[in-house]
């Protein structure tokens, strides 16, 4: 391995020490030689850094950073930007692993396709049985064809991201020179910042790939922050829908995008995480206090400058989202919350899907709009 290796794999670490191990050894067995690993461990009461230590013993090919607690993967993530000197980066969570030829496998495609700047990849869901062992829980690839996309845009779009898209940053390959240059980097201390984070950089990217394989195994499990419900969760969402107005607000992406990027915000930001009260993990049943959701609502749209902002991604958005604004509005209140929150259940869980199943055979005719 030189001094600039052909990949850096960032691994990020925070109370993983029942995990680290397998994490490491599966980046330690890569079949392909030419990277660096830089683990980045936040402080922790479960022994993580000793464990960290005891499986990277004198193994040359890591570099081992211990930083303060810090809320979130971010820092660790855009500490990775910043000080890795591989050509491509990418991230492996210290709870879970990547299969042993999956360096090898991605060298492969940078070979052919030296102009790249992303490759989108799928992952494996495992979770665990009481005896502790794991069983296979689905998999995950972006509902899009392999093959080349001129753009991070052209990806976005064919993918109808504003649909289903998983923002995970584990589920892609990246230019390291990408993030870097255009100082992409994720949101401190936020939980769930993958959301605000991954539309951002395909937009800002060229050439990107999507291909027919699963590289990275998921864990799910009840210790993990993804998994964990809290207050913290709704109070970041409230920074997220900050950042995602301005964003929109200063028209830094293809106006084509514009219809399907609302649409995208108003479904994973504005409205089913205040109104609904769930924004946690896979494995969270559990809804968020209501009086926590409201207050973070208040937080991000409870002036009439934020409230305009607000309105102005949802008019550009899909019409059948232009109901939540008077919601929104009155669900400030507590007195009008439960009456807002029961109406925003009652779209969700029972007249959307007749919504669309209408709109499909044509009772509203057709429509310009991004659909």
Known sequence: MGDSPLFSVVVVCCNVASYVGEALSSIAGQTFADFECLVVTETSTDGTEQAVAERIGKDPRFRVVNLPRSGSASVPRNYGIQHSRGTYLLYVDGDDWIDPDSLERFAAVFKEHPELDIVVSGSRNYRPRPDGSLELNGAYRQEVKPGAFESGAALLEAARFDRKWNPASYLNVYRRALLADNRLFQPIGRL????????????????????????????????????????????????????????????????????????????????????????????????????????????????????????????????????????????????????????????????????????????????????
């Not at 959701?293 to 002036?303: N, Q, S």
Request: charged share 25%; net charge positive.
């Open 192 to 371: 769930h910042q993958d959301s605000e984070w991954s539309y951002r950089v395909f937009l800002k990217a060229g050439p990107v790939m999507v291909v027919p394989f699963d590289f990275y195994n998921y864990r799910l499990h009840l210790s993990s922050v993804t998994h964990m419900s809290g207050s913290k969760t709704i109070y970041d969402q409230a920074e997220n829908v900050k950042s995602v107005c301005a964003f929109f607000a200063a028209g830094d992406y293809p106006e084509r995008i514009r219809p399907m990027l609302a649409n995208y915000f108003c479904h994973d930001f504005f409205h089913a995480p205040f109104l609904l009260r769930k924004y946690s993990g896979k494995l969270t049943t559990e809804r968020l206090p209501r009086e926590d959701c409201r207050l973070a609502l208040v937080e991000c749209i409870g002036t009439r400058e934020q409230f305009r902002a607000y309105c102005r991604v949802v008019l550009a958005g899909r019409k059948s989202q232009w109901l939540f604004i008077p919601l929104m509005y009155l669900a400030r209140w507590r007195l009008f919350y439960p009456l807002c929150e029961w109406i925003c259940r009652l779209w969700f869980e029972h007249l959307h899907s007749i919504y669309y199943a209408m709109k499909r055979k044509g009772f509203f005719g057709k429509s310009g709009r991004t659909a």
